[in-house]
């Protein structure tokens, strides 16, 4: 059975994950993303839950399958960040993308966010179709309205009013 719950820092968890994003960016999409690039990982409690984001993991049998996470830049704007789900989990009978993407947009409206952004790699045409599908819209760099970092990736911004 599925369990979505807020990160818990355990050493079993974080290396289930770093395998998750790993498995995913690397072996799936081929982008070649150190986790040197991406240390919050490591760092998830200061990072998100300490900030008034969270981070969600997916749990199935107590082996990560999935993540998603919410990382506020100011009182109006949040990042959408550290999507991941293994493939056996997306689209039927599970549905863990939307599971995840339901928690996180439900979250953020609780916090009174405005609006969430995030960055996409443009070879990720899966990940546009389901963005585009849940309403987020493609936007120029120029029209970013929030600085954060990023692993740039010749990314796609998007943009979705809450």
């Known amino acids: ?6 990160f818990e820092n355990t050493p079993k968890h974080t290396a289930q994950l770093v395998d998750l994003i790993n498995y995913c960016q690397n072996i799936e999409a ?6 040197a690039e991406q240390d919050d990982i ?14 969600w993991l997916a749990t199935d049998d107590e082996q990560v399958v999935g993540s998603i996470a919410l990382l506020p830049i100011d009182n109006h704007y949040a990042v959408l960040k ?11 009978p599970h549905r863990l993308g939307v599971q995840l993407f339901e928690l996180l947009i439900q979250f953020a409206k609780n916090q009174n966010f405005r609006e969430i952004v995030l960055d996409t790699p443009e070879n990720e045409h899966r990940s546009h179709f389901f963005y585009e599908k849940h309403g987020f819209k493609l936007i120029s760099r120029e029209k970013l309205p929030v600085s954060y970092q990023f692993p740039d ?5 998007y943009l979705k009013q809450l």
């Open 1 to 6: 059975m599925i369990k979505i719950e807020p």
């Open 30 to 35: 081929g982008l070649n993303i150190k986790m």
């Open 42 to 55: 490591f760092q998830i409690k200061d990072y998100y839950q300490r900030r008034g984001g969270q981070f």
């Open 82 to 92: 550290k999507f991941f789900t293994y493939p056996d989990y997306r689209g039927n």
């Open 153 to 157: 990736r010749d990314s796609r911004i």
